[in-house]
Every structure is written in C-alpha cells, then in structure tokens.
C-alpha cells in the first residue's frame, strides 16, 4: 500500500543494460540459426552439383580418351579398351520411349476413372492401392520381371507378335506377320521390349498421380457447365479437363520418363545386358543403369572404370534435362492455380 | 416446317448422339480397364513375392549369414545402413525445410532450392551412389558401410526437406505472430511451437524416407558393396537385404534363388509396412485437425 507498490510485477525489475543485452543475444542467436538452416538448405544444391561435377572429373580419362566418339561410338571392348557409349545410351532411351507408349494411355485410364468415371467410395482405396504400386523396391520389380515376366514374354508374347507383326512364317515357310522388324527375331525373354514393358508398370503410378492432381485442379464450373450442356463423361474430360491441365499433363510424363530413364535394378534384370547393336525389339541390349550396375564392381582397368563413371554422368544430364522440363510445366499449372 | 424435315432432323440428332454415347462408353471402358490393369499388376507381383519368399523363409535364415545361406548380417546391415541413412538425412532435411518455409517462402532462392529439391527427388539412384563413391570410397579406398548411409541419406533427404516445407508451412500464421508478440526470438519459436506443431507431418515424411531407402539397391552396389561375413564396422562393407537379394538372385542354384525370393519378401513388407503406417499418421493428424 505504499510507494513501492509497482514492483508488485513477478520478480524483481529487469536492469534495462540486461534487457538490452538479452535482446542482443536473441538477435545473434537468431542469425546463428538462421545461417544453420540456409546451410542446409545449401546441402540440396551441393548435392546436385557434386554429383555432376564428381562424375564428370572421374569420367574425365574417358572423356579424353575418346572425345566425342563416346557418344557416336557403337564398341565396348573392355579387353581392347575401347568403350563407346552409343548402345547404353540407345537401349535407355528406347526401353525408356517403350515404357511412355504403353505407361502414358494406362495412366491417363485411370486417372480419368479415378476422377471422373469411379463411384466416390472407390476412388481413394483405388487410388491408394495404385501408389502402393509406387511404393515397391525396384528390385522386386526386377525379380517378377526375370522369373515370372520373362519367361510369359518368351512363350506367349513375343511369339504373337513374331508371328502377327514380324517376320513369322508358318510351316510352309510363308509369311505370316507384317514383317515389321522391330517385332521381329528370336523370342528368347529378355531384351528391350521386355524391359520396357516391366519399366512401364513401374512408371504408371507416378504419371496417373500426377495426372489424378492435376485433373482435380480443373474449376468444377468449368465441367459442370459443359455437364449442363448435355456433354458426355469422355468429352468433358477429353474437351474441357486436359486443354486446361495440358502443360501440367506433360510435365507427368516427362516426370515418369525422368524415372524410366534412370531406373536400374529393374532393368538390369531383363534387359540382357548385351553391347551389340540390337536389330529389332526382341533383341538383347543395355542400358546406361544396367552397364554401370553390373560392370562397375568387376572394371579393375582404369579407362573402363572412368567411362562407367562418364556413363553415370551422361545419364545424370539427360535426366536432369527431363526432370526440370517437367518441374517447370507442373509449375506453370501451380501459378496459374495461384491466380 | 414440314414434318419430312422434322423427323429426319431428329434422326440425325439421334445418330448423333448414339455416336457420342458410344465413344463415350468406351472410353469409360477403357478407363475401368486400364485401372483393373494396374490393380491386377500389383497383385501379381506381390503375389509372387509372397508366394515365393513365403516358402524360403525359415528360422534359420534369421540365424545364418549370406555365406551360409542364411539372410542376419544381410538383415542388420540393411537396419545399420538405413538409420545412418536417416540419422544423416533428418537433421538437415528438416533444417532446409525450414529454411524454405520459414525464411525464403517466396524468394527467388527458395523456389530455386526446391525446384533443385524436386530434381534430386527423382534423379537417378544409382547415379547418386557413383557420386558418393567418388566423394567417398575413391579417397579411402575401399567401400564401407558409411559411404552407403551417405549414399541412402542423399536419397531420404530431399523426400524429407519436401515434407518439412510443406508441413511447417501449414502450421497457421497466427501461432507465429502469437509467439513472436510475446517477445519469443524467431529460432525458439521455431524450435519449440512450429515443429511441435508439426511433428506428425516431419515424422511422417521421415517414415516414408526410410520406407525408400530401405529397398533400394542401386546406390549401395559400390558403396557399401557387399560382404557374406557378420560387420557393424562402418569402415569396412556390410552386407545389405536389397544387394544380397540382388547376388542370391543371379545365380543359377534354386537355394540361392529362393533365399533371394525370402529376402525380397522381407524388404517388400517393411516397406509396405512403413508406407502404410506413414499414410495413417498422416490420416489421424488431418481428421484431428478437422
């Protein structure tokens, strides 16, 4: 009930040098902290840019070695000590091209159910089970490929399409297929073709999510106008959703190819894993992934070693290419979303 | 208008439309067949790998090494290699998620970074483990097992920043301004309210980093490479479930292939499993949120 009666406040007064000096240590601690996590964010980027500039200077004796040839060249001599580039890098981008054909239609199918076609209490187990698809180890993809795929391609698949499209001839030696050679050959299993098709069920599920997003980011005025019209299902999603999702669309599959590109364990396993040049689909052949995967551990010659490390480079730029193509048109759907 | 004209109108308007359902239905069709597609390739193979790696499986290859037939150094190495894994990739992973939510939400920088996250999202496994094995196994010279938790955090971590991000940048702006009206500096802020809010979102995205790298085989070939003995020395090469299964199933013996078949099993339902279990903190946190 006295003077004093201000000091009531919880504890005694803070001295205002002590303030100051609190308030002074917050603000560097703040910066400390701050600093920290901007380094880390850095790790991201040094990340990338290790991997690049780690591959291209161990890959630096080939590079020299061979110079442009590394990429024209067909020979992979590891006796000779030749190596070119051509056919990992063919065998990539084909089984990766086989893999879009059949992967993009599938995908677009079932993110077009998955939005617009299934009864609502579908849609999420559905779609959830189709992730799970994502979800399972590349290896295991690869083991279903070699024990139970390969062997169905071998003696159902491949057989068909020798006969129906390539150069199949009945027992009276007359032409039965098209004589297309890119179906035609020996059926023996593995090869490009095979590889592609067990990359194109590993790449489903992230192209139909991309598109199963995008495809909910459409304005429900804009369909339900063209509902009121009298349009159908298929034209509302083929007229009116994918025009206005278009560039985010082909940014899905330029992410799924992103990954067909680089993925190995898979592909190893069916591929073959032969460097000749390759005449039809059936053929045996290699990819970047599978070269590296299984001649790296056994490359005791210094040329070999450094143009499997040259290879790795090669593939970690045409993925990147790919990759940020497709960030940057699923970007131009965000910001759009943003107006 | 004459009647002749009336009728013929309206049959072409009939035909119309019969074309337009047609297509239509098979489109709709085709979408159900197409989605069936996906549903039957993934019970298939899961269904072989349980049908397979369920008949190899039994107690003694939890007690053999690979040199024995056997999968427990394969086991623990894989545990070993994917806890160095996220022990390297969670505290940085979440602190550059913080950076970008926190300090460079609309930045230039920021966008940079996580457009340069989302690359490294996808870039190619096997290219990341060449890149440690030239940072780290080439220097040494020899493959060890820290090289391949390196190597599998490069992969966890960008799977962890993304989520960070996003997870931090849905906790309110209020809680902020909350705590910093109170005289709170910005990093206690961060520490004891964001990521207190958070949590279930960072725990999730690190439950489905390691529910990645757990399976994967690419990036620890030349890295950790592969050992048949029992090793926890992170300086030499330990023994991982993925690359064994990858060994075992080169092979031409029917022994090795149905080990490989048991080991594909075990890595397939951790995985699933973790997926699964990441999926429902992720459920329960939003329907309490809700």
Partial sequence: MTANAPSIAAGPPVPVKDAEAGSRRDARNDRLFRGAMLLCALVVLLALVGAAGGTLWEGRLAFKAFGWHFFTSTSWDVNGGKFGALMPILGTLVTSLVAIVIAVPVSFGIAMFLTEVAPRWMRAPVGTAIELLAGIPSIIYGMWGFFVFMPIMSEHVQPWLINHLGDGTNEAGKATGLGLSFFSGAPIGMGLLTAGIVLAVMIVPFISSVMREVFLTVPSRLKESAYALGSTRWEVLWDIVLPYTRTAVIGGVFLGLGRALGETMAVTFVIGNSHDVPNSLMSPGTSIAATIANEFNEASDPLHRSSLIALAFVLFMVTFTVLAIAKLMLRRLASREGN | ?290
């Fill in chain 2, 1 to 290: 208008m004459d009647a002749r004209d009336g009728i013929a109108a309206t049959r072409v308007a009939e035909r119309m439309y019969r074309r337009r359902s047609f297509t239509n239905a098979i489109a709709l069709g085709f979408a159900g067949i197409a989605t069936l597609l996906g549903l039957f390739f993934l019970s298939w193979i899961l269904w072989t790998t349980i049908q397979r790696g369920s008949s190899a499986i039994h107690p003694a290859i939890f007690r053999k090494m690979t040199l024995e037939g056997g999968l427990l150094n394969a086991i623990v190495g894989t545990v070993l290699l994917s806890f160095m894994g996220i022990a390297i990739a969670t505290p940085i992973g979440v602190a550059a998620g913080t950076y970008l939510s926190e300090y460079a939400k609309l930045r230039k920088f920021g966008e940079a970074i996580r457009f340069l996250n989302d690359i490294l999202l996808s870039a190619p496994s096997i290219v990341l483990g060449m890149f440690v094995y030239t940072l780290i196994v080439m220097p040494a010279h020899s493959s060890s097992a820290l090289a391949g938790g390196v190597a599998l955090a490069l992969i966890a971590l960008p799977v962890i920043v993304r989520t960070s991000d996003e997870m931090l940048r849905l906790v309110p702006g209020a809680m902020r301004e909350a705590a910093l009206s109170l005289g709170v500096p910005q990093w206690k802020v961060t520490v004891q309210v964001l990521y207190r809010s958070a949590l279930p979102g960072i725990t999730t995205g690190v439950l489905l980093a390691l529910a990645r790298i757990a399976g994967e085989t690419a990036p620890l070939l030349f890295t950790a490479a592969s050992n048949f003995y029992w090793s926890v020395n992170p300086t030499k090469p330990i023994a991982s479930l993925p690359v064994a299964v990858f060994n075992f199933a080169s092979q031409a013996d029917d022994a090795q292939i149905a080990l490989a078949w048991a080991g594909a099993l075990l890595i397939t339902l951790f995985v699933l499993l973790l997926s699964v279990l990441a999926r429902g903190i992720l459920l329960r946190n939003k329907v309490a949120h809700e």
